[in-house]
């Protein structure tokens, strides 16, 4: 089978080559000893607060390939709720360290892939032996760079087993491939075909050549940015921004601070970004108006550094940029008990950009018109893919 994921900051969101609904599940996790004793069951959903062992099996020596006390196999996780109640402190992936030298991530993946297999073997009689081709979204420097490829196929090939501690199950699984693709450059490749995989009338223009698109991707830590034209070497334009919708977070939290002298908890905070609402005590109050403000500021912050990138690049021209597509979470819109409170982010953008002479540009993002899930458009640009090697056999 052939299995994709999205390993995000702020969680893991993956899908079966053809599938529509993807699962996904939080990514603050501890890692624990392996003969850690076993708590009972969350009442949060079982396939995403997890507890599980990972370990490889059937190794030979020779792929024993890290020094000894560096053993990346096997590993105890503790995932989302199961890890909290647990107490300690929870970790999550860090946006200064490449990606895919994390190892969070490489678990993640593998979690991914062994809870697919898992429903899989709940599905299938008989159940045959699960072999997974792995495809992956990374940012576009890491996929460049000179033996990145090797790196992921040697931590990530070959048989595992995954031990389900809280689900009672074990299930073993084969990796026999795994494909790297851009992040920002599958956004666009979602944005550009309908759900069959055809091109949309603005993907006919691109594959054309007659349109640049400047990918926006927000999510929790970082926005990245990639330009991408049709035929074209797109190893030009692709760059990493320390801002993201946690920075939206972190400016409410001083507004509300300001306007409403009290201070709010971490959790609260992060509903308050999604919802424009914030518990206090007993009450819900109505931090809208900061929320905007805080949007604003950001929308601001991200243009400058969208600006400042292509006027240190040779070359590079504000003006030749056609379409700017806004995905990932930063570019949702805030919701309370289903009525929206605040616009994206990217509307945000929008006007910035509009403001600015240097940009022409449309700024589009996916709630708007499409049916892909803003946060959801890397894992979709991976489906394709996957479904494209598909029909090629
Ligand atoms: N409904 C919402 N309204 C506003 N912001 C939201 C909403 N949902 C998620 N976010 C914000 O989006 C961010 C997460 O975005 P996303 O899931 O795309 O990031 P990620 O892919 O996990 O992170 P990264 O790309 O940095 O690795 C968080 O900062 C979160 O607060
Ligand atoms: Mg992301």
Redesign the pocket.
């Known amino acids: 089978m052939k299995v994709c994921v ?6 893991t ?1 993956y899908l079966e080559a053809g599938e529509i609904e993807p699962g996904e599940f939080p ?1 603050d996790y501890k890692i624990v000893p392996l003969d850690h004793r076993i708590r009972d069951k969350t009442s949060e959903n079982q396939y995403e607060n997890l507890d599980l062992t990972i370990e490889r099996i059937n190794v030979e020596d020779s792929q024993n390939l890290f020094n000894e006390e560096d053993k990346n196999f096997p590993v105890r996780l503790m995932i989302g709720e199961m890890g909290r109640r647990d107490g300690g402190r929870m970790r999550q ?1 860090h ?1 200064g360290t490449p ?1 895919h030298l994390q190892k969070i991530n490489w678990y993640s993946a593998l979690t991914a892939v062994a809870l697919k297999t898992l429903s899989r073997a709940e599905t299938e009689i008989p159940k045959k032996e699960t072999t997974v081709d792995l495809y992956l979204a990374f940012p576009p420097a890491e996929v460049l760079k000179e033996g990145f490829r090797d790196f992921i196929e040697e931590v990530l090939l070959g048989d595992f087993r995954v031990t389900f501690h809280t689900l009672n199950r074990k299930v073993e699984m084969t990796i026999n491939s795994v494909t790297a693709k851009e ?1 920002s450059l599958l956004a666009v490749a979602a944005y550009l075909s309908n759900l069959d995989g055809t091109l949309t009338e603005r993907g006919e223009e691109f594959a054309q050549g007659r349109t640049t698109v400047l990918s926006i ?8 940015l990639s330009l991408v034209k049709a035929n074209s070497n797109r190893e030009s334009g692709s760059y990493t921004i320390s801002i ?3 920075q ?2 972190n400016r409410l939290g001083k507004h509300i601070t300001a306007a409403h002298a009290f201070t709010p908890t971490d959790e609260t905070l ?1 509903d308050a ?3 424009g609402f914030v518990e206090n005590g007993k009450d819900m109050v109505d931090v809208s108006k900061e929320l905007i403000k805080a949007k604003q500021e950001v929308a601001d912050s991200l243009e400058y550094e969208i600006q400042k990138y292509f006027e240190s690049v040779d070359g590079l021209n504000s003006s030749a940029v056609q379409i700017a597509l806004v ?9 309370y008990k289903g009525e929206q409170t605040t616009e ?2 990217a509307v945000y953008l929008r006007q910035v950009m509009d403001e600015n002479p240097a940009w022409n540009t449309d700024v589009d993002f996916f709630s708007e018109k499409s049916e892909i899930y ?2 959801y458009a ?1 894992l979709m640009g991976l489906k394709l893919t996957a479904m494209r090697d598909s029909r090629r056999g």
Request: aromatic residues 0%; positive net charge; without cysteine.
């Open positions: 999205d390993m995000g900051a702020s969680s969101r990514n992936p946006s990606k992040e991707d927000i999510g929790a830590s970082t926005t990245n993201g919708g946690n939206v977070r992060a970004a999604k919802t995905s990932g979470g930063g570019s949702m819109p805030s919701t994206p982010l803003p946060r890397n």
